[in-house]
């Protein structure tokens, strides 16, 4: 499977790094590795979600807890959130970190996916979540760790949009 | 069944948990007993009070916690059931009050009220112990029996449609979130 392996545990060595012990997740092919690895790994709390949209409620509870987590989902799992992020995680100043893989946008081979690609930045500046790229594996680290920072300090959902020059080896 | 009665009843047993409710009645019928510093009120995002009670589950293992749900609510999020059942901490009791109305815009009957069993749903999903009850000494001996075990929790309580006539209380969301988490942090400096 052309997922990056090196990329991913860029990605799940930064998390780990700036404390998250919490994932929620739900499959989506460029995610495979990072929730292996976050279900390999005793220090890391793996929650396997039936819709993305429990997560919001999951990282809230964490966050109440004192407990850092992150949200694995595609931008799909996105927009199926939205009300929760919304009536939620923006009613009550809830830190989310979000790590959204971006389908649908230049390169895309499955049709499905990219009316989702169409929609998805607009949304989250129309719901005036801070977003950021992460495309290369050397600023990965750099990126989650600014992109936690500022939603703890905003404490505010932050999203950060992984592509397919980082994830996918064509 | 009253909702309040029941309320009542377990007010006590509360004490020592970490309470998540659902909007509405719920949350304006438990403040009127007296908020304490250990209860949330999701006044919004119906569905996601069960899931927030696994979030706080799984970070502190060692706490108990209780989700006072609503038929309304957990309709709208069946997959938590599913969800919780995975993981099935056994410091998490779900109550979900089924008054098979959707009370607070305007008592529109829910799916429980043309026989889609919440107890079937979450045993079938899963969860390890589902009970249905219909009186508040049942309530009152299930709520107790499953904070004294060492199981994930469905008790549904058939309770009337009826609530307070409004649902706003002077306790702000924000105040409230923010004190609920202190509250936390403060039991584990202890």
């Known amino acids: 499977m052309p997922v990056s392996s090196a990329s991913s545990k860029a990605i799940f060595d930064a998390l780990k790094k700036c404390d998250v012990r919490l994932m929620s997740a739900l499959p989506e092919t460029w995610l495979v590795h990072l929730i292996r690895m976050a279900d390999d790994d005793p220090e890391m709390i793996l929650v396997r979600l039936a819709k993305e949209e429990e997560g919001v409620g999951i990282s809230a509870g964490a966050h109440f807890a004192g407990v850092k987590s992150a949200m694995l989902m595609q931008n799909h799992g996105f927009l199926a959130s939205i009300n929760g992020i919304v009536s939620f995680a923006h009613l009550y100043k809830i830190p989310l970190l979000m790590l959204i893989s971006y389908r649908g946008t230049f390169g895309e081979r499955d049709p499905w996916q990219t009316q989702g690609g169409n929609v998805t930045e607009s949304l989250l500046r129309t719901m005036g979540i801070p977003y950021s790229f992460l495309d290369r594996v050397d600023t990965v680290e750099k990126r989650i760790r600014q992109a936690q920072t500022l939603a703890e300090s905003s404490l505010q959902p932050v999203a950060l949009l992984l592509m397919r020059d980082l994830m996918w080896e064509e | ?190």
């Open chain 2, 1 to 190: 069944m009253l909702r309040l009665d029941c309320l009542r009843a377990i007010y006590p047993e509360l004490e020592n948990c970490l309470v998540v409710t659902i909007m509405g009645a719920t949350a304006a019928e438990l403040q009127s007993l007296g908020h304490r510093p250990n209860f949330f009120y999701l006044q919004h995002a119906m569905g996601l009070a069960s899931s927030t009670g696994l979030g706080l589950a799984l970070s502190l293992p060692e706490q108990k916690i209780v989700v006072l749900d609503g038929d309304g609510s957990i309709l709208m999020n069946l997959g938590s059931l599913s969800t919780m059942a995975r993981y099935r901490p056994a410091n998490l009791v779900q109550v979900v009050f089924d008054n098979e109305s959707l009370l607070s815009v305007g008592g529109f009957p829910t799916a429980t009220g043309t026989g889609a069993d919440l107890e079937g749903i979450a045993r079938a999903s899963g969860i390890p112990k589902a009970l249905t009850v219909r009186t508040v000494e049942d309530f009152k001996a299930a709520l107790r029996d499953a904070l004294a075990g060492n199981q994930l929790t469905t008790i549904v309580a058939k309770v009337e449609a009826t609530g307070p006539s409004g649902y706003v209380t002077e306790l702000s969301l924000l105040e409230n979130r923010f004190q609920f988490r202190r509250h936390i942090q403060s039991l584990k400096r202890r």
